[in-house]
């Protein structure tokens, strides 16, 4: 996939449109899947977590409760890997499990003051909260490498001009997986023996 669009990988190998885009859903399918069957290895250590929302850029209200928009959420280690999950919402009977299930007991937690990550605070975790309206990060405790990852994830959408709602979690998987692996001779590899075997 290379991170370009089906149109234009259809016209450079010169196939129809249709069946480029075909073969990419099936990409991001497998994808979406793989690294999932493969390990459920849990994040532990510091771990910045955080809502976000994507979708079309529209007027009106932005942030929790826009219209149109999917609500989305993401783990990640300082300096490591990510995580992330197309959610229903940003409460915390949705959120505090996706965290008790990813994250090892005593690792400390940072988050923004949502009120959805109060249940933290009495978890087996560290929970330290970052009050955006008083400061951004004060030394290590910040939730600055998540919120990168969002504005990278949605930077990388815009070249496909809209993403149906109901494919978007392949295509943020996707970019997880390009987040996490960034080697392209390695994501090449990987392609190749997961094609081989999920599409053999």
């Known amino acids: 996939m290379a991170g370009t669009t089906a149109r234009t990988a259809a016209s450079l190998v010169g196939v129809h449109r249709n069946s480029a885009a075909f073969y990419f859903h099936r990409l991001r399918e497998v994808v979406a899947y793989e690294p999932e069957a493969e390990s459920e290895a849990m994040l532990g ?61 005593d690792s400390i937690v940072y988050s923004h003051s949502w009120r959805g990550y109060n249940a933290l605070d009495f978890s087996s975790f560290k929970h330290f909260r970052i009050n955006h309206s008083e400061l951004f990060a004060e030394g290590r405790n910040h939730i ?57």
Request: with cysteine; hydrophobic share 35%; net charge positive.
């Open 45 to 105: 250590g510091e771990i910045e977590v955080d809502a976000s929302y994507s979708g079309c850029r529209q007027k009106g209200r932005r942030g929790r409760g826009a219209a149109g928009k999917i609500p989305v959420f993401g783990l990640l280690k300082h300096g490591g890997k990510v995580y992330t999950r197309v959610i229903p919402d940003a409460a915390g009977k949705t959120l505090v499990p996706i965290i008790e299930r990813k994250v090892t007991p």
């Open 144 to 200: 600055d490498g998540i919120e990168n990852f969002w504005n990278q994830a949605k930077r990388h959408m815009r070249k496909f001009n809209g993403v149906p709602r109901e494919h978007f979690a392949l295509y943020l998987k996707e970019f997880e997986w390009r987040f996490n692996t960034p080697d392209p001779k390695r994501q090449l590899t990987t392609l190749r023996q997961w094609v081989r075997k999920n599409m053999g």
